[in-house]
C-alpha cells in the first residue's frame, strides 16, 4: 500500500478535498492519493501534454516519479521546475519537499514543506508532507517504539518547538513560571 494513501486514512473527509481547481488536475490527485501512481502519472502527462507550463501537473508528477520508481533525480528536476514555473504557489515546494523526504534528506524535505506552508497554509498536500516527516525521522527515544506514549508526547512537544514563534512563547512561559515560583519559594 502506498505510504500517501495509509496516511490520508487517517484524515476522515479527505476524499471530497479538492485539490485544484482543473478537474482533470484534481482527478490526477485523487488517483495519486489513492496509491494508483500508474494512472495518476499518465494523466499529469496527458495534462503536461496539453500545457507544458502547467508547474502543478509537473509537480503531481515529481511526486508520482519519486513514489513509484524511487527516481528522485529525475522527480527533484521536474518539482524544481514547476517551482520555477510557479514561483508564488505551493505545489512545487510540496513536490520538492516530498522528494526530498523520499529521498532521506529530511530537513530539506522539512525546510521545503514549511515554504509550502507559509504560501498555502490550508492546502491538504501539506499536510500530507508534514505526516510523512513525521513517520520517517527517528523517534524522540530511540529504544522506545514511536507509539511508546513517552515518544507521542515528546514527540509533539518537538513538533510544537520547531516554530520559532512557539519556541520564544515556551520559553516565555517557562521563564514566568520560574519567575512565580521563586517568589513563592521566598
Same mark, same amino acid.
Given at each position: 500500500m502506498s505510504d500517501i494513501r495509509h496516511l490520508m486514512e487517517f484524515r476522515k473527509g479527505f476524499e471530497n478535498t479538492g485539490f485544484a481547481d482543473i478537474p482533470s488536475l484534481n482527478m490526477a490527485y485523487k488517483h495519486l492519493y489513492a496509491g494508483d501512481h500508474e494512472e495518476a502519472e499518465r494523466r499529469f502527462r496527458e495534462i503536461i501534454r496539453i500545457d507544458p507550463l502547467d508547474f502543478d501537473a509537473l509537480a503531481g508528477l515529481a511526486i508520482c516519479v519519486a513514489e513509484d520508481g524511487g527516481r528522485f533525480l529525475t522527480a527533484e528536476k521536474l518539482a524544481r521546475k514547476a517551482v520555477r514555473l510557479g514561483k508564488k504557489n505551493a505545489a512545487g515546494y510540496i513536490a520538492l519537499g516530498y522528494v526530498?523526504?523520499?529521498?532521506?534528506?529530511?530537513? %530539506?524535505?522539512?525546510?521545503?514543506?514549511?515554504?509550502?506552508?507559509?504560501?498555502?497554509?490550508? %492546502?491538504?498536500? +501539506?499536510?500530507?508532507?508534514?505526516?510523512?516527516? %513525521?513517520?520517517?525521522?527517528?523517534?524522540?527515544?530511540?529504544? @522506545?517504539? $514511536? @507509539?511508546?506514549? +513517552?515518544? $507521542? +508526547? @515528546?514527540?509533539?512537544?518537538?513538533?510544537?518547538?520547531?516554530?520559532?514563534?512557539?519556541?520564544?512563547?515556551?520559553?516565555?512561559? @517557562?521563564?514566568?513560571?520560574l519567575v512565580i515560583a521563586g517568589s513563592l519559594l521566598v
Open positions: 526530498n523526504l523520499r529521498g532521506g534528506r529530511l530537513e %530539506d524535505g522539512y525546510r521545503y514543506l514549511m515554504k509550502a506552508k507559509h504560501l498555502a497554509p490550508k %492546502d491538504p498536500r +501539506v499536510r500530507t508532507g508534514f505526516a510523512i516527516y %513525521d513517520c520517517e525521522r527517528s523517534p524522540v527515544i530511540s529504544d @522506545l517504539s $514511536r @507509539l511508546h506514549p +513517552v515518544n $507521542r +508526547v @515528546l514527540g509533539s512537544t518537538r513538533g510544537y518547538l520547531e516554530s520559532p514563534t512557539n519556541r520564544a512563547f515556551a520559553l516565555a512561559a @517557562l521563564t514566568g513560571t
